[in-house]
């Protein structure tokens, strides 16, 4: 087993977060959980401190800059430093944009974009004085092709790998060894459905995701090996797909 790390998770309470979390923590690692759910992080945390393992949550709004900080000053009091920090919190709620959603545009920019944003400003202190760390952002297959009905989801999984990338190159520039990696899944059985408010397009979505969507845990695998490699590489962009998915 490699040497335990500690890392944190914004949007922990569910879904892709959820499955990390589960999976970190059986493979030695000491967890941080942040989401708004307090009553999921509550029954996560212990499920597994049940099976041996570490972990400490704290509710947390991605949307909320001083609360994202306070998530991750919880891991520096906790556990005395920070690895990894998984931005896996999002929404998807897809409309057509003659229908003008304006509430789901702000959302989805409020959490996708800016909670990403959020969550490396609040590690990027840390690690460039430990000068080294790894920050793991989700994107989606979504921010590699757009399609009617998905703009703003788009655009925002787009700005999530734009970030990322001038992120890396920041970091390089600094002689560092922060790694930054996007990790961007296709169709995966979570709870992303669910936010989607357009009642015809949820009803296509589940109908596509009943037929080819995969379990979460199989992302949770792809980011533990992600953070399995060597300090000195890192993969800086993984999409992850089911194999029957088209596009």
């Known amino acids: 087993m490699t040497e335990s790390k500690v890392i944190v998770i914004a949007g922990a309470s569910s879904g892709i977060g959820e499955a990390s979390a589960k999976l970190l923590a059986k493979n030695g690692n000491k967890l941080v959980l942040g989401a708004r759910r307090e009553g999921n992080l509550k029954e996560i945390v212990s499920q597994i401190q ?9 509710v947390t709004d991605v949307t909320n800059n001083q609360q994202v900080e306070s ?3 919880l891991a ?9 920090m998984i931005n896996s919190a999002g929404i998807m709620p897809h409309s057509l944009l003659k229908d003008k959603r304006i509430q789901d545009w702000d959302r989805m920019i409020d959490i996708n974009i800016k909670g990403t944003l959020y969550g490396v400003g609040a590690v990027l202190p840390y690690m460039n004085k430990q000068k080294i760390g ?4 989700i994107s989606s297959v979504a921010g590699h092709y757009a399609h009617a009905g998905g703009a703003v989801y788009s655009a925002t999984k787009w700005a999530v790998r734009a970030i990322s990338e001038s992120l890396r190159e920041e970091v390089a520039q600094n002689g560092s060894n922060i790694r930054v990696t996007i990790v961007s899944p296709g169709a995966i059985n ?10 015809a397009l949820k009803e296509n979505y589940e109908q596509f995701y009943g037929n080819f969507g995969i379990s979460a845990d199989r992302v949770a695998t792809t ?10 590489a890192a993969w800086n962009e993984v999409i992850i797909r089911p194999t029957k998915q088209v596009q």
Request: zero cysteines; aromatic letters at 4%; proline letters at 4%.
């Open 76 to 84: 520096i009091t906790t556990f005395g430093r920070i690895d990894v």
């Open 134 to 137: 790894q920050i793991i952002n």
């Open 71 to 73: 998530l991750v000053k």
């Open 50 to 58: 049940s099976n041996n393992g570490e972990a400490v949550y704290q």
């Open 223 to 232: 980011i533990q090996q992600a953070i399995d490699l060597p300090a000195d």
């Open 190 to 199: 979570t709870e992303l459905l669910s936010s989607v408010t357009d009642p």
